[in-house]
């Protein structure tokens, strides 16, 4: 059978894009062609198999050069050096996630509703941390009552989560493409983004990050929303991106503000280790041993070494994002308050099951179960 000749470069972009070497998705087409698909001779069959595992349009495989790496639309307040290139993975998850708030943009434009005044509230002129910390706190309604009744770091995530759709800001959490456990998102790459949006505004955790720093990428991202960005972050301790500092201070302040944390500090037993005293943290700000050790770096109580150690621990004892009860992880993964949506207007005729499942992620035959198990919520 005649082979095509096509260039390895491209072939190499195409296995990458699939999260496969070469050689890998090479031994997928036939382990006996191996060597002639590294040199870019394969059959028809095989390339229009190579496409298909690749996920990408046949016609792709016939270009001379690779396609140059897509950038994202939005800005990128990730620091520049050692950033990992966003990947495939990225884009599909962001492009998922804008899909759904365009669709939710035309619903809430369609039925009048009003923009949200936090969106953009805090200008350049006038975005001084302590004042974007207090007014995140107050609109959230979170206080010092609310956080004695929580029991775990986990609790303040749902707490907030919960705050912050009944607001009118929707909140997605994932650790992998869709539902394919088989692609997980990188923590290298980005810790969460936004998309600030009048009517909708939207914030994305990467969930495949250690679950005690869930809480403060989504407060990182909501200080995104006060001051009207929209982007990409890597939440990284000690970044030279000015607007991620300015962020990274502002979820500290409203997790841990710093007056109290300098009280609750100085209190502490000085025989106590350094681990017993983020321990007592943890108790006293219903945060994780995480969120502790790194208010106490910010504010040069601890040394970098004990942060990521504490980092390093978090993420040894991390569960996997997913799994369990699949209807409680849909709400998760596409925000409850839009999963609510979606399913509630499918329920009423309003949109169809085929899109509510396109929308969802879901089979068709699901929305049903889906709604019964949330409810409607308010628009």
């Known amino acids: 059978m005649s082979k095509l000749q096509l260039s390895p470069p491209v072939l190499d972009w195409a296995a990458a894009e699939a999260g496969l070497s070469l050689v890998a998705l090479a031994e997928k ?17 095989q390339a229009e198999k190579f496409a298909r595992i690749a996920k990408i349009p ?6 001379k050069e690779p396609p140059r790496p897509r950038q994202a639309d939005v800005a990128d307040f990730r620091t520049v ?6 990947s495939k993975d990225f884009f ?21 509703a009003a923009p949200l005044e936090v969106v953009g509230r805090f200008s350049d002129d006038d975005a001084n941390v302590q004042g974007i910390a207090d007014d995140i706190r107050r609109t959230l309604r979170l206080n010092e009552q609310d956080r004695l009744h929580l029991q775990s770091p986990n609790d303040l995530y ?30 290298g790459e980005f810790r969460g983004f936004v998309l600030s949006d009048p009517l909708v505004p939207v914030v994305f955790v990467n969930g495949a990050d250690a679950p005690a720093a869930w809480v403060f990428t989504l407060v990182h991202e909501l200080a995104h929303v006060w001051l009207g960005d929209s982007g990409i972050s890597d939440v990284k301790p000690g970044t030279r991106n000015a607007r991620e500092a300015q962020c990274n201070a502002i979820a500290a302040e409203v997790l841990v503000p710093q007056a ?7 209190t502490q037993d000085p025989r106590q280790s350094l681990v017993q005293i983020i321990a007592a943290g943890r108790l006293r700000f219903r945060v994780s041993e995480l969120v502790v050790a790194r208010r106490a770096w910010d504010l040069n109580l601890v040394s ?32 409850k308050k839009f999963t609510a949506r979606v399913s509630s207007l499918a329920m009423s005729g309003m949109v169809s099951f085929r899109e509510a499942g396109r929308l969802l992620n879901v089979a068709p035959a699901r929305i049903a179960t889906l709604y019964q198990r949330n409810h409607a919520l308010p628009a």
Not at 32 to 42: A, C
Not at 324 to 334: I, K, P
Request: proline fraction near 3%.
């Open 29 to 45: 087409l036939s382990r006996h062609s191996v060597d002639d698909i590294l040199q870019g001779r394969l059959t028809e069959p």
């Open 58 to 63: 046949l016609g792709y495989l016939f270009m």
């Open 81 to 86: 050096q050692g950033a990992t290139p966003l």
């Open 92 to 112: 599909d998850v962001f492009d998922d996630v804008q899909y759904k708030q365009d669709w939710y943009r035309d619903y809430l434009e369609g039925i009048g």
């Open 158 to 187: 749902a707490l907030l989560v919960e705050r912050c759709e009944s607001i009118g800001i929707l909140v997605f959490k994932n650790g992998v493409v869709g539902n394919n456990t088989h692609r997980p998102l990188s923590v």
């Open 260 to 266: 109290l944390f300098r009280e609750f500090w100085a």
């Open 304 to 335: 970098r070494q004990i942060y990521e150690q504490v980092y390093e621990d978090s993420r040894r004892h991390a569960r996997a994002d997913g799994g369990g009860d699949f209807y409680r992880t849909v709400n998760v993964r596409n925000s």
